[in-house]
C-alpha cells in the first residue's frame, strides 16, 4: 500500500513521494527535500567527473610548457655553441696553422742555408 499524506495548505489526500500537492502544489517538505539531496548527489557525481578531466587537461598543459621548456633550453644550448665556442676553436685553428706554417718558413731555412746567399 502507498504511502499518504495530507497537504497541511488544502487538506487534500496524495502519496508521500509527491514533492508537491497536486492540488494546490505545496511542497510536501521530506520528499522536497529527498530530491534535492538527490539533485545534490547528482552535482556532485558531476562534479568529481569533471575534476578528474581538468586534471587531465592541467597534466597536459604542465607537460606540453615543460616540452616547449626543454626544447628552448636545448636550442639555447646549441645556438650558444654555435656563437661562443666554434669560433673560438676557428681563431685557435688559425693560430695553430700560422704557427705550423712559421716553424715550416724557418726549417726550410735551416735546411737550405745557401738560398739567402744568392
Ligand atoms: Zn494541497
Do not use: W
Not at 548527489?41 to 569533471?50: F, K, M, P, S, T
Amino acid at each position: 500500500m502507498k504511502k499518504m499524506t495530507e497537504c497541511r495548505s488544502c487538506g487534500s489526500v496524495y502519496e508521500t513521494k509527491l514533492v508537491r500537492c497536486p492540488y494546490c502544489q505545496t511542497a510536501y517538505d521530506p520528499a522536497a527535500e529527498d530530491e534535492y539531496m538527490e539533485q545534490l548527489e547528482d552535482v556532485r557525481v558531476e562534479l568529481a567527473g569533471h575534476r578528474g578531466d581538468a586534471d587531465k587537461r592541467t597534466g597536459a598543459a604542465l607537460m606540453r610548457t615543460f616540452v616547449i621548456f626543454a626544447i628552448a633550453v636545448v636550442l639555447i644550448i646549441v645556438i650558444g655553441i654555435c656563437i661562443f665556442i666554434l669560433p673560438k676553436n676557428r681563431s685557435r685553428n688559425r693560430l695553430q696553422e700560422r704557427k705550423d706554417e712559421f716553424i715550416r718558413d724557418i726549417s726550410e731555412d735551416a735546411d737550405d742555408p745557401g738560398s739567402d746567399d744568392k
